[in-house]
């Protein structure tokens, strides 16, 4: 009888794992570890000694796309004389792609992670002919989201929690709803018990993940209906109700969230953020655009009077929090008018940070199929450089509120510029380093601010304060 490939190699299995986009793809990356783990795969650092290749992909924007595509061009070296191993497998949201069939073994989508080992072994078994399984899936039925949760050995400070997957919100720009399906969200009991145990294992913060969290919701495992949620309704759980919980549970944990939608956001989570010392105090409310009939073409469902109304709400009631934005600039049909409303909307606003994109059309989506991508590339980068610029003088001013102040830092690691130095973040999600002295990592220490540049404060341990 002719030998089973698998049986064929020496276990244990050897995998090596890259991941690129956004907080969901490094937290769903975690849990792929944690999965393989179980399964007996081990982890290496080393591509050579992989008998498996990951990549975990981001279909977000066309330049993350290029740049997968060129790490795949340079790892091809590795998979010469067409030989079995290493298998190449790609996840996450390129993975409905068929561009890279010639290298790659099997490709799984974001819903699809619990079945990685069953499709690395079925794959391994076969040892006729590759096998190209697409594993990709929506699940649409599905009401509820079971919690995927990472197990955490590294020591680490900090780490990311999905609470909800998915986005039903079709924004007419956006590949995400196409790739990672409707909206779901985990039961707030499994949340909660997930926050507990990693506040027992040493985690110092927290941050609570989805496409949209402010629509959050858990009617007890039934289907999502459109109801008024006020107080009445002990059974109903919405993103305030969740965040007020889990704070009042674990008050020693900090806890953040992202991302939040103007369309979505209630007074009530302003409300709660204020309520909590340890629900920290940052916003990233992406805006996309300054000008109305843009908005309206993304399908982003509010206006920018609603938007700087909530930004205003945000202020009164949360006074010290930091606000930052995504913005897209050259959009389909986006005229000089339409990007002037953008820098007066920064101007108006003065965002602490932000994050600008140039459009880029995503297959699938409606805007690729039915609006025209008819802003010039050099209008797009002029355009998208005019913002970042304006970004720039706004985080500055921001910065420099900071000076002579005393900040509250959790220590997360050391400096990338300086060994003696640590860096952390305060409440708004900046970035501050220092002088080490004899703190730990995992500490929160009172620190000066006593210099800053664009995106980093700079101080020292304030001895008065952390007596
Ligand atoms: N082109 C450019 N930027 C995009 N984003 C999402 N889709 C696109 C696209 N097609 C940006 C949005 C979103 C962020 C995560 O990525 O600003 O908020
Ligand atoms: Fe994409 Fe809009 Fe959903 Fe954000 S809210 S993931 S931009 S569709």
């Known amino acids: 009888m002719k030998k089973n490939f698998l049986s064929t190699l020496k276990t244990p299995f ?120 697409h594993f990709y899936y929506l699940i649409i039925k599905m009401k509820h989201m079971k919690i995927l949760v990472p197990i955490h050995n590294k020591k680490k400070i900090t780490t990311f929690l999905s609470i909800t997957r998915g986005c039903d919100n079709m924004c007419t720009f956006c590949i995400v709803p196409f790739t990672r399906g409707r909206e779901r969200s985990s039961s707030p009991y499994s949340i909660i018990k997930e926050c507990e145990n990693l506040y027992e294992k040493g985690y110092k913060e927290v941050t609570l993940l ?51 939608n103007p369309h979505d956001m209630s007074d009530r989570v302003i409300e709660v953020i204020s309520k909590h010392s340890n629900i920290c105090k940052h916003i990233h409310l992406p805006v996309q655009s300054g000008s109305n009939k843009i908005l309206k073409l993304m399908n982003r469902k509010y206006t920018i009077e609603k938007y700087l109304s909530l930004i205003q709400k945000i202020r009164s009631i949360v006074p010290e929090c930091s606000i930052s934005h995504d913005i897209i600039t050259g959009f389909c049909n986006e005229e000089e008018e339409d990007h002037l409303e953008t820098i007066s909307l920064m101007n108006k606003v003065k965002y602490d940070y932000g994050y600008m994109f140039s459009y880029s059309p995503r297959p699938g989506t409606y805007a690729y199929k039915k609006l025209k991508d008819n ?27 900071y000076l002579g102040t005393i900040q509250e830092v959790l220590i997360e690691g050391k400096s990338k510029k300086n060994n003696q130095d640590w860096y952390g973040r305060n409440t708004q999600n900046i970035v501050v380093v220092f002088p080490k002295k004899l703190s730990k990592i995992g500490e929160t220490v009172f620190v000066k601010i006593t210099n800053c540049t664009s995106a980093t404060l700079i101080g020292k341990i304030d001895d008065n304060e952390n007596k």
């Not at 993350?64 to 079995?84: F, G, H, M, T, V």
């Not at 109700?241 to 939040?260: C, G």
């Open 14 to 133: 050897f995998y090596y794992i890259e991941s690129y986009g956004c907080h969901m793809n490094t937290s769903d990356t975690e849990i792929i570890i944690s999965i393989l783990s179980k399964n007996g795969f081990l982890l290496t650092n080393n591509l050579k000694k992989a008998h498996i290749i990951l990549l975990n992909t981001c279909a977000i924007r066309k330049k993350a796309e290029l740049s997968i595509e060129k790490r795949l061009d340079n790892l091809r070296y590795l998979k010469s004389n067409n030989q079995k191993i290493p298998l190449f497998g790609i996840l996450g949201c390129l993975s409905k792609s068929e561009k890279y069939s010639n290298l790659i073994d099997f490709s799984i989508g974001p819903n699809s992670y619990r079945k990685i080992p069953d499709i690395i072994r079925l794959v391994m078994m076969n040892d006729e002919k590759k096998i190209k399984i």
């Open 375 to 401: 802003v010039p590339e050099n209008v797009k980068k002029r355009r998208l450089k005019e913002i970042i610029d304006l970004q720039r003088i706004h985080s500055i001013f921001r910065m420099k509120k």
């Open 210 to 260: 989805g496409q949209n969290v402010d629509s959050y919701l858990w009617f007890g495992g039934g289907l999502k209906k459109k109801i008024k949620i006020d107080n009445s309704n002990e059974k109903i759980i919405d993103f305030s109700r969740l965040l007020d919980l889990l704070a009042s549970k674990i008050p020693f944990m900090r806890i953040r969230f992202s991302t939040s």
